[in-house]
Structure formats: structure tokens, C-alpha cells
């Protein structure tokens, strides 16, 4: 929410794998200037880890293992200038690469069997469209408790308008076929900008929208605008590993602006 007044900087973040200090990357902050009233980290707290046995391990698996989730979510709860509170999540859903395989990789880019890439691809898409999952559950419980939810979901989704997460996030009438559940809905903000400027990141030359500011239908006619500013963005699979200091990230930010 943009508004005129200022106030101390309130801020949440997500800890790491053993719930203490922080992870090594990919940690989630959350920085409000007004109160962070609580916040939560959720990590399999509705879909609970897969069991699955490798089947192009190497050498071959003999038990099953669990597939989790690689960081959480991050809930918060915010009172907004003495309004209603506003919930905010913060999310980064697993990256479409393929995740390891035991033995299958020559080095962290280099797989040694076409095989053993498509079985770790295959757990990165699972693993990405069950944090999806969890996130529209998460909404599902909110909304149980409160039908005139305000809420923010933002952050690096790893994924296009209509692909798999973000229909699970959405649920729009189209897809679930009743009218009456539109309420639930999700509302995409950067469908308000031209075809030309809605990219967030470059990849081999291709502009992409990963990175989204979603709201529930009670903030929407307190919306104003939205802008990505990615003036600047390199081509992430042309620079990676060819910088030496990297001075911003591969992916632009996303700004949108409310009425109070």
C-alpha cells in the first residue's frame, strides 16, 4: 500500500532449514512501515512431503525418500494505517530446473543421461505446482475466516500467466465453473500493463512475466497502477557466471501502487 505517511520499518523473514538463523540463499523478507502484527513460515503445513524412489539413481535406490519443498512460504499479518488487517505473502516457488538426481550429474549444469534430467525435472514441476498448492489452501483457510479478505501474494512465482501454478493460485470462474467461487478468485495486476513492458526477466532473449503481484477482489478498487522497471535487466542465461560482481538481481522489480 503507498501512502503519505512514514513510520518505523517493520520486517518478517523466513529462517533456515532448522528454524534458526538464516539460509545460505533464497531467504523471504517482508518490510512494512507499518506494524507486523505476526507472521508465519509455511512449509508442508498442508501438503505433506511426497515418498518417492528415484528411479534413475545411480547406483539404483532402494528405499523411498521424501521430496520436499526447497524454502517456504511467508505469511504476515499487517494493520494497515488502523484498518482492517492486511495479509501479505511472500513467496518464491521452486525454479523449472531440474532438481538432483543421486548420481546423475557430471557437475551443477552437466547431467549424464537424458534420463536422469527428465526425472529431476519432472520432481522440479511437482515440487513447484505442491508449493502452488499450498499457497491456494493457505487462501482457502483464509478466506473460511474472513470472506472479505485482503490480501497480497507477490514475489518470484517461476512462472507465466496460465501455466500450472498460477491457475491454482487464480481460480477463475473459466476453470472451476461456478460463478459463486468468484470471490476466491485472485486477481492478476500485471494484466493491466502493455504486451511491450511486461517482462521481469530476460532469458536466452526471451522476456518472461515470472514475478506477479496477485490480489484478492476486495483491494481491487484500491488499486492504481503497477510498473516493472526493467530498463536495465541483463539476460540471465548470458550473464550467469560471467560476472564477476554481480550489482543487481536477474529479475526486475515489480511496483504496484493502492489508494488508501
Not at 55 to 84: H, N
Not at 89 to 97: C, D, K, Q, S, T
Not at 192 to 199: G, K, M, P, Q, V
Not at 222 to 245: C, Q
Request: glycine residues 6%; contains cysteine; proline residues 7%.
Amino acid at each position: 500500500m503507498h501512502s503519505g505517511v512514514r513510520g518505523p520499518n517493520h520486517r518478517a523473514a523466513t529462517s533456515g532449514p532448522h528454524g534458526t538463523g538464516v539460509a545460505d540463499v533464497h531467504n523471504l523478507v517482508t518490510l512494512s512501515r507499518w506494524p507486523i502484527e505476526r507472521h508465519e513460515e509455511l512449509r508442508h503445513a498442508r501438503i505433506a512431503p511426497l515418498t518417492y524412489r528415484y528411479r534413475c539413481a545411480i547406483p539404483p535406490a532402494d528405499e523411498e525418500v521424501e521430496i520436499r519443498f526447497d524454502r517456504p512460504l511467508l505469511v504476515t499479518s499487517i494493520r494497515y494505517a488502523g484498518q482492517c488487517p492486511l495479509t501479505v505473502i511472500n513467496v518464491h516457488l521452486r525454479a523449472p530446473l531440474a532438481a538432483p538426481v543421486p548420481g546423475q550429474k557430471e557437475s551443477p549444469f552437466v547431467w549424464k543421461s537424458v534420463s536422469g534430467w527428465a526425472e529431476g525435472f519432472y520432481l522440479s514441476v511437482l515440487k513447484r505446482a505442491g508449493q502452488a498448492l499450498e499457497l491456494r489452501l493457505t487462501l482457502e483457510d483464509l478466506f473460511n475466516d474472513n470472506p472479505d479478505l485482503r490480501a497480497v501474494v507477490a514475489g518470484d512465482f517461476n512462472a507465466e500467466d496460465h501455466e500450472t501454478p498460477l491457475k491454482l493460485l487464480v481460480g477463475a470462474e473459466e476453470d472451476t465453473g461456478n460463478g459463486k467461487l468468484s470471490e476466491r478468485s485472485l486477481v492478476v495486476l500485471d494484466r493491466a500493463l502493455s504486451e511491450d513492458r511486461r517482462f521481469s526477466v530476460l532469458h536466452h532473449g526471451r522476456p518472461q512475466m515470472l514475478d506477479h503481484i496477485l490480489i484478492t477482489r476486495p483491494l481491487l478498487s484500491r488499486f492504481r497502477s503497477i510498473e516493472v522497471h526493467n530498463e536495465t535487466l541483463a539476460d540471465e542465461a548470458m550473464a550467469y557466471g560471467k560476472t564477476r560482481h554481480l550489482t543487481a538481481s536477474y529479475h526486475a522489480p515489480v511496483v504496484a501502487e493502492f489508494s488508501d
